[in-house]
């Protein structure tokens, strides 16, 4: 079983910055994939952000070049600074981890407003 904590989150004005932190503990395999999907109001939950242990990562077009996923092996923890906020990057963000199986964090609200 792997558990997930996530912190972070919170209310920012457009253009601002708001760092997301998720980490993991339980039984993790040595490789695994750790990211962010987040969902906003009647909307379908989406993938943000993923990152293998090795390093790789994969970004949503919606955010490519404004938000930088990444992870600290030795804690287990996956990081999401997210920069040039907009209005539409409001949503509830969910941290996984892929171990063997899925497993979500609670989620965290970013909420983008003036």
């Known amino acids: 079983q792997v558990q997930l904590v996530e912190s972070g989150g919170g209310l920012v004005q457009p253009g601002g910055s708001l760092r997301l932190s998720c980490a993991a503990s339980?039984?993790?395999?040595?490789?695994?994939?750790m990211g962010w999907y987040r969902q906003a109001p009647g909307k379908q939950r989406e993938l943000v952000a993923r990152?293998?242990?090795?390093?790789?990562?994969r970004y949503a077009d919606s955010v490519k070049g404004r938000f930088t996923i990444s992870r600290d092996n030795a804690k287990n923890t996956v990081y999401l600074q997210m920069n040039s906020l907009k209005a539409e990057d409001t949503a509830v963000y969910y941290c996984?981890?892929?171990?063997?199986?899925?497993?979500w964090g609670r989620g965290t609200q970013v909420t983008v407003s003036s």
């Open positions: 996984y981890i892929t171990s063997g199986n899925d497993y």
């Open positions: 339980g039984s993790i395999f040595s490789y695994n994939v």
């Open positions: 990152i293998t242990t090795g390093g790789l990562t």
